[in-house]
């Protein structure tokens, strides 16, 4: 079908600015959307089907087939073959499922001749991401689909999900540096909730604590006092660091975007060995030029907020 059309979508990747993990057991959190992300294009096929390059293989394959089954039989199993491509950086904590899962869901809906509701989309984008998460929290399908700096609260024992948008009247601009590899986030999720189970003396009050300070932090957002959401991704990364799921590399990573004049910085996502850092800068491209000099992979991302001209 030389002159079939295709259909391009995309998905955006995200970054939890204040209140992963917290989020698993119920508590708000904070996520805007990056302007990396995945782009997913359909074209006409004799079924529906995800083209995943032969150099995929094994468990990775598997997984990328069943977690697309999900989707293209909740979306009506339309006639096209799904190729996708993507600039974002893949398993650091950037949402790369997430973005993976919204663009095939979008491209998926309209192939079907659906409209594009964000409800239906966050439906089908979250049939995939439950394959690849098993019990994921929805913020990050949700973050990507949506495209907006959200306050997300997950669904609860029948209780519905709740989702603000949070408007930012400064910009919000970050700059996320990568650092070491990290297992995949089921891994430190499952390692956090065993140990939540054994000592829930220990953990649950932080866990709280950390629900408080995403509430807190999205108030000051709106409010425009970046001092002071800086200040809330400091002590959040202090108390993801004392539930564990923070490492050497990420603690140097957030100490050197502090000494480098953030307002705050802290891990984003499921942490672990390595993974993504963000700062909050006024002015991150001073910092950035450093990091790139140093070798660090980092890039700058505004995730609300008025747009510079
Ligand atoms: C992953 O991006 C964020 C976690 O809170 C897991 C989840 O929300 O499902 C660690």
New binding site residues.
């Given amino acids: 079908m030389p002159n079939a059309p295709t259909l391009t979508s995309f998905g955006p990747g995200?970054v939890?600015l204040l209140?992963?993990?917290?989020?698993?057991y119920g508590e708000p959190?904070l996520?805007g959307p990056l302007s990396l992300g995945v782009i997913a294009q359909g074209s006409p096929a004799s079924r529906c089907k995800l083209e995943i390059p032969p150099s995929v293989r094994g468990r990775g394959r598997k997984l990328l087939t069943d977690a697309f089954a999900r989707a293209a039989s909740a979306s009506g199993l339309p006639k096209i073959g799904v190729a996708v491509s993507s600039n974002l950086p893949i398993s650091m904590?950037?949402?790369s499922s997430?973005a993976l899962s919204v663009a095939c869901a979008r491209t998926l809906l309209r192939a079907a001749g659906k409209p594009e509701k964000p409800e239906d989309v966050i439906r089908v984008a979250g049939e995939m991401?439950r394959e690849f998460?098993a019990?994921?929290?929805?913020?990050?399908h949700t973050c990507s689909a949506l495209r907006k700096l959200i306050l997300f609260r997950?669904s609860l024992q029948g209780i519905a999900p709740s989702v603000s948008r949070i408007q930012s009247p400064r910009p919000l601009r970050l700059l996320v540096a990568l650092s070491g590899k990290r297992g995949p986030?089921w891994k430190?999720?499952t390692e956090?909730k065993e140990r939540v189970a054994r000592w829930p003396a220990h953990y649950l009050g932080l866990i709280r604590e950390i629900g408080r300070i995403a509430r807190e932090g999205a108030r000051e957002i709106e409010r425009g006092d970046l001092d002071a959401l800086g200040d809330a991704m400091n002590v959040n990364h202090g108390i993801l660091t004392a539930l564990g799921?923070s490492s050497p590399p990420i603690d140097e990573l957030v100490h050197r975007l502090r000494g480098l004049g953030a307002l705050g910085a802290k891990l984003?996502?499921?942490?672990g060995e390595g993974g993504a850092v963000i700062g909050l800068f006024l002015e991150p491209e001073p910092a950035l030029v450093k990091l790139n000099q140093a070798g660090i992979h980092c890039f700058v991302s505004q995730v609300a907020g008025p747009q510079a001209l």
Avoid: C, M, N, Y
């Fill in positions: 995200k939890i209140g992963e993990h917290a989020v698993v959190a996520a904590g950037l949402g997430a991401e998460h019990q994921p929290s929805g913020l990050d997950r986030t430190t999720v956090l799921v984003t996502g499921a942490g």
